[in-house]
């Protein structure tokens, strides 16, 4: 993790995001393309971008910070999800679109048009990484965005024309895992991050909030909620932290992070929400912005029963010696 | 406060040098423990073998990170976290050197005088040493600081010692304990007047009687002192101080991977079977995997504390916090398995993982209660976040 980079970060974040930008994207309202072009003047979109092609050529483990941030910060646009395939479509020599890009795996073909329901910050994005049985193809969003009834953030469901999708331009080199896995990687990240702001806020409500003549942070039940939740925040960070390292070579780690963070998410979320108390579950409190996109972020690309399958069937192939192997294998990174 | 938890999420390799001693660990416990069924195994670092703590001992595996001048290994925390991986993935008996190895013997190192250092450390390292931890009273558990046994001081600088200890593991098979007791004040001083007194369990007036436990082992015990005679150097450290040694004591109880390996037998037996199995339920390779994906941040974490202890610090907080995280996995462990294992009507089950999953379960309450119970975890969890 490159800690000066992720506090250069956090300025340029401080300044141009909050929690009433991110509600007036939500609510369709203007803001968000104003928040875009700062983002795009700093530069961080093109971190994983080969110097060779003007980006800064950094790897995933350098900007690990950065999409924890993002995680906990009130950001309106698919920032993490257009750092990262930016990066993945210059490593394979493919043209960048301008704009944001998000992940449109696991498309459907119905009724000649190509759908994809739920597309994490579908409601936003420029373009969408579509993935139709492993044929890849980049496609606007715009006019083809179909709203989603109750979303959790800035999901939009979109389809398009077979034709469009077809006579778009091939990307051979990318498969569908491969999205699914840098999807499921970014989303382990985002969610520690996001559990680490829930942590804080719940801790610094509950040393705010005072019944009984004291703050409720002096109950023990109280005390204790909040030590599981530490636990979880800890347990969550490694997982991410040990899988943005590790890269998307050997999927053990990213499948270890994407399930740990899914695992903890609701759990958090429940206890945020429990000690807030009624408060907490108002719309004024910017504690549901961040709860709602813990679920999210549990759910997509795989909820963590996908990801704990895929370590069962490692668990399984690796029948020599004992499963500490496999433990040693997905908790320590050589560099 | 919360970002001192967060700066243990860092990952922490087992350097090289220290790792090389895994393989040979590994197949000198393999052919040496094979006629051991898995039932036994499972018993993990309750199983005492004095005959194989020795064995271990001569071989250099006890007491690797004590000096050298003290008949240990000097090396790193890490080869002693190798060591102990080996040992407890495998189940080995190591009940008998367990305690000197972890606590009793950095006890001395830290605290002892040159003539206690070399009295009891060679023989820990050898493997013949065996000690106990005298804490828990009957009506002191988690309230440690309101021990009532007493050493008071005799006519000729010795101490007359008298009460009480309870749940002492291996009591009655062990030579030393290392007893917390009060020294000087009374009951209300709380903290002040405790001292840590060195008892030879063999002297007149210590009477010590196995307790069974829930699993069908007698593994701890109670140990009375009537007017037990203590020489004047029975006194570890200082007098008055046994306080802030038993905290630092608690640390490293507190800080091993035992905290998280104690149903991994189980865990390796259950996947054995598994692997034999021509269509795995999709629910036991989720279950198998949610498991592990517990199980691998807690093992990246815990490395990170021996790190830690490693360059001097005394994570005292964050070991709480990877204990409590490890022990609510371990209990999961036979909880789960057995769930999936009974849902199983149209095969039979190896007896051998029948009964590795019925010990285990049996056992499983004791994790979250020895070494400090989970409350008292907790609530120093949220100490360290300044909650309280």
């Keep these: 993790m490159d800690a000066e980079l992720t506090e250069a970060f956090k300025k340029v974040i401080e300044r141009t995001a909050g929690s009433s930008l991110f509600r007036a994207v939500k609510a369709n309202e203007s803001g968000g393309g104003e928040f875009w072009s700062e983002i795009e003047d700093s530069g961080f979109l093109d971190a994983l971008v080969p110097e060779a092609a003007d980006g800064a050529g950094l790897q995933l483990e350098d900007i690990s910070g950065i999409l924890l941030h993002v995680g906990g910060a009130f950001v309106p646009a698919p920032l993490g999800e257009t750092i990262i395939l930016r990066g993945l479509l210059a490593a394979h020599a493919v043209p960048v679109p301008s704009g944001s890009l998000t992940f449109a795996n696991s498309a459907r073909h119905e009724g000649g048009m190509i759908w994809r329901e739920a597309i994490d910050c579908g409601a936003v994005a420029d373009h969408a990484i579509v993935e139709l049985?492993?044929?890849?193809?980049?496609?606007?969003?715009?006019?083809?965005?179909?709203?989603?009834?109750?979303?959790?953030?800035?999901?939009?469901?979109?389809?398009?024309?077979?034709?469009?999708?077809?006579?778009?331009?091939?990307?051979?080199?990318?498969?569908?895992?491969?999205?699914?896995?840098?999807?499921?990687?970014?989303?382990?990240?985002?969610?520690?991050?996001?559990?680490?702001?829930?942590?804080?806020?719940?801790?610094?409500?509950?040393?705010?909030?005072?019944?009984?003549?004291?703050?409720?942070?002096?109950?023990?039940?109280?005390?204790?909620?909040?030590?599981?939740?530490?636990?979880?925040?800890?347990?969550?960070?490694?997982?991410?932290?040990?899988?943005?390292?590790?890269?998307?070579?050997?999927?053990?780690?990213?499948?270890?992070?994407?399930?740990?963070?899914?695992?903890?998410?609701?759990?958090?979320?429940?206890?945020?929400?429990?000690?807030?108390?009624?408060?907490?579950?108002?719309?004024?409190?910017?504690?549901?912005?961040?709860?709602?996109?813990?679920?999210?972020?549990?759910?997509?690309?795989?909820?963590?029963?996908?990801?704990?399958?895929?370590?069962?069937?490692?668990?399984?192939?690796?029948?020599?010696?004992?499963?500490?192997?496999?433990?040693?294998?997905?908790?320590?990174?050589?560099? | 406060m919360t970002k001192d938890f967060l700066k243990l999420a860092v990952p922490m390799p087992i350097p090289p040098e220290d790792e090389a001693l895994r393989q040979p660990l590994r197949a000198f416990l393999r052919e040496r423990l094979a006629m051991l069924p898995p039932e036994r195994r499972a018993r993990s670092w309750s199983g005492f073998d004095a005959d194989f703590s020795r064995e271990l001992g001569s071989r250099g595996y006890i007491g690797v990170t004590f000096p050298k001048q003290y008949g240990g290994a000097g090396r790193s925390a890490f080869v002693r976290y190798v060591i102990l991986e080996e040992l407890l993935n495998i189940g080995a008996p190591v009940a008998a050197h367990w305690m000197s190895d972890r606590q009793s013997g950095p006890l001395i190192l830290k605290?002892?005088?040159?003539?206690?250092?070399?009295?009891?450390?060679?023989?820990?390292?050898?493997?013949?040493?065996?000690?106990?931890?005298?804490?828990?009273?009957?009506?002191?558990?988690?309230?440690?600081?309101?021990?009532?046994?007493?050493?008071?001081?005799?006519?000729?600088?010795?101490?007359?010692?008298?009460?009480?200890?309870?749940?002492?593991?291996?009591?009655?098979?062990?030579?030393?304990?290392?007893?917390?007791?009060?020294?000087?004040?009374?009951?209300?001083?709380?903290?002040?007047?405790?001292?840590?007194?060195?008892?030879d369990l063999?002297?007149?007036?210590?009477?010590?009687?196995?307790?069974?436990?829930?699993?069908?082992?007698?593994?701890?015990?109670?140990?009375?002192?009537?007017?037990?005679?203590?020489?004047?150097?029975?006194?570890?450290?200082?007098?008055?101080n046994g306080w802030n040694q038993v905290i630092s004591e608690l640390a490293l109880e507190r800080s091993g991977p035992e905290r998280f390996y104690s149903s991994m037998v189980l865990l390796d037996e259950w996947l054995a079977f598994l692997r034999t199995l021509a269509h795995p339920p999709q629910s036991w390779l989720r279950l198998a995997g949610r498991l592990l994906a517990q199980l691998a941040p807690v093992r990246a974490l815990s490395l990170s504390l021996a790190h830690e202890l490693e360059s001097g610090g005394s994570p005292v907080v964050e070991a709480a916090l990877v204990k409590d995280l490890g022990t609510t996995i371990e209990q999961e462990i036979p909880t789960a398995i057995a769930a999936e294992l009974r849902a199983i009507t149209d095969m039979p089950l190896p007896p051998s993982l029948m009964a590795v999953a019925n010990y285990t379960t049996l056992a499983a309450p004791s994790y979250s209660l020895r070494g400090g119970t989970r409350d008292i975890l907790r609530g120093m969890i949220a100490q360290g976040m300044g909650l309280r």
């Design chain 1, 133 to 335: 049985g492993d044929n890849v193809r980049i496609l606007p969003l715009e006019g083809h965005r179909v709203p989603v009834t109750q979303p959790l953030a800035l999901e939009c469901s979109a389809s398009w024309p077979a034709e469009m999708f077809h006579n778009a331009q091939e990307i051979q080199a990318i498969s569908s895992e491969m999205l699914r896995d840098l999807q499921a990687l970014l989303l382990a990240l985002q969610a520690a991050g996001s559990m680490e702001v829930v942590l804080e806020r719940t801790i610094e409500y509950a040393g705010q909030r005072v019944q009984f003549g004291q703050p409720i942070a002096k109950f023990q039940a109280i005390q204790h909620q909040i030590a599981i939740m530490a636990e979880h925040v800890v347990a969550a960070r490694m997982a991410a932290i040990v899988a943005a390292r590790a890269g998307v070579a050997d999927r053990l780690h990213l499948a270890i992070a994407k399930a740990r963070c899914s695992i903890a998410a609701p759990e958090v979320a429940h206890a945020a929400h429990s000690i807030h108390g009624a408060f907490g579950f108002t719309e004024e409190c910017d504690l549901q912005l961040l709860t709602r996109r813990l679920h999210l972020w549990r759910q997509a690309a795989g909820s963590e029963l996908v990801w704990q399958e895929e370590i069962g069937r490692m668990a399984l192939a690796a029948s020599e010696g004992p499963i500490l192997d496999l433990l040693r294998r997905a908790s320590e990174i050589r560099q």
């Design chain 2, 111 to 199: 605290y002892g005088t040159e003539e206690q250092k070399h009295r009891f450390i060679p023989a820990i390292c050898r493997g013949e040493s065996f000690f106990c931890i005298g804490m828990s009273e009957p009506d002191s558990g988690s309230d440690l600081s309101s021990v009532r046994t007493r050493a008071k001081p005799a006519g000729d600088r010795g101490w007359r010692l008298n009460g009480q200890k309870i749940w002492t593991t291996h009591g009655h098979r062990s030579q030393h304990m290392i007893a917390l007791v009060r020294t000087s004040g009374e009951a209300q001083d709380r903290h002040k007047g405790l001292s840590q007194v060195l008892v």
């Design chain 2, 202 to 240: 063999s002297a007149p007036g210590v009477t010590v009687r196995p307790i069974a436990d829930a699993t069908g082992d007698a593994h701890f015990s109670e140990v009375f002192f009537d007017d037990v005679r203590l020489p004047a150097d029975a006194i570890l450290g200082t007098e008055g």
